[in-house]
């Protein structure tokens, strides 16, 4: 397993300097809505330049040119919105299951006139079953999700072959052992990076030619799981969001 330190220092300049204008309107907006929306609970403007835009943006050079990617559970927008302010080559495709936060993350593409960025209101294990999802990404991207195990389950079947699953994690790295299996019947030849404690763990590809294990199948395990916690947990229908974005344009 490759290991190498994150420039976070080249970052934060970037953030302060050439983009700050986009980053302040982004934290602008994130703070405003968030007492209705339940966004973020770091609040503080120090916090939140570390611990979301600087963290998010230490994926920054990791992806090619104009490279197609996938974010799961985006929620306001963390790591996407960061790396799409320093990388507009890159095409987005935000998979988000709550139904306000992605009127928010609508909004910020929107207001920050991002382009090539789209925002899908469905879960995680729903669009790796999905054919037109599948397979179809250059990179998929995840931050404070799921465990990794959990993680490859839901990315490694969005990714092409030769592509890149990118998960950022805390410092406890003992998630990367644990998604041995899941990388190793999914991963085909797709490469798993973890961003934890401001390093880079970066795996060898999976070997083989194609998945072992159909995302379809994988979709369908994942939701009856969904479901079943949900019922025990008292959950029923999902709350519809009321709040029109857009009146705010």
Wanted: aromatic share 10%; net charge positive.
């Amino acid at each position: 397993m490759e290991k190498q330190e994150i420039d976070v220092q080249e970052n934060l300049l970037l953030i302060r300097g050439e983009y700050r204008e986009k980053f302040e309107a982004f934290r602008a907006y994130l703070l405003e809505f968030n007492g209705r929306y339940n966004l973020t609970a770091i609040t503080e403007e120090k916090d939140v330049l570390y611990k979301h835009f600087v963290d998010s943006a230490a994926a920054r050079g990791l992806f090619s040119n104009g490279a197609s990617v996938a974010e799961i559970g985006s929620g306001a927008g963390f790591p996407s919105v960061p790396l799409k302010i320093l990388r507009e080559d890159l095409s987005f495709t935000l998979f988000e299951s709550v139904g306000k936060k992605c009127d928010f993350l609508r909004f910020i593409v929107d207001k920050l006139d991002f382009k090539e960025m789209h925002i899908c209101n469905m879960r995680a294990e729903d669009a790796a079953g999905e054919e037109k999802y599948r397979e179809k990404f250059d990179y998929a991207v995840a931050r404070a999700v799921a465990r990794m195990n959990i993680l490859s389950e839901y990315c490694l079947p969005l990714v092409k072959k030769g592509g890149e699953f990118i998960a950022y994690k805390s410092a406890d790295v003992s998630e990367i052992y644990e998604a041995k299996h899941a990388e190793k019947e999914l991963g085909g030849s797709r490469r798993v990076s973890v961003f934890a404690a401001g390093r880079l763990w970066r795996t060898m590809p999976c070997r083989g030619e194609k998945n072992q294990a159909d995302a379809g199948e994988i979709s369908a395990r994942k939701r009856q799981r969904t479901q079943a916690a949900s019922l025990k947990n008292g959950y029923g229908k999902q709350r519809k969001t009321t709040e029109n974005f857009a009146s705010r344009a």
